[in-house]
């Protein structure tokens, strides 16, 4: 699920409000970077946000739940979840977290 934020009311650089908001990065796909939060004591499932900045002032965020690791060799391919009660609720927290910061 994309959401967007306005950057001119955020201080912070990308990776360092995430990581307030208790994701870390996982490295780059497609040309953006990634980042992760556990839902739970496991790996999975977890969160996933990828980021894109190419606006100057906006950041669009594309959060989704990783259900689990995906289940045949050689596939990044996973149950997940995009637009489902949980994630709108993820998106509430961190939307929570940032306007605490300001």
Do not use: W
Not at 47 to 61: G, P, T
Request: proline share 3%; aromatic share 10%.
């Amino acid at each position: 699920m994309r959401f967007t934020l306005n950057k001119n009311n955020i201080r912070l650089n990308t990776p360092t409000l995430l990581k307030k908001c208790g994701y870390h990065y996982t490295g780059m796909f497609r040309g953006e970077p990634g980042f992760a939060r556990r839902a739970g004591r496991s790996r999975y499932p977890q969160f996933h946000i990828y980021v894109n900045e190419e606006s100057q002032d906006k950041l669009v965020l594309n959060l989704h739940l990783d259900a689990k690791k995906a289940s045949y060799a050689g596939s990044k391919m996973h149950a997940g979840e995009y637009d489902t009660e949980v994630v709108k609720q993820e998106i509430q927290r961190i939307d929570d977290i940032i306007n605490n910061l300001s």
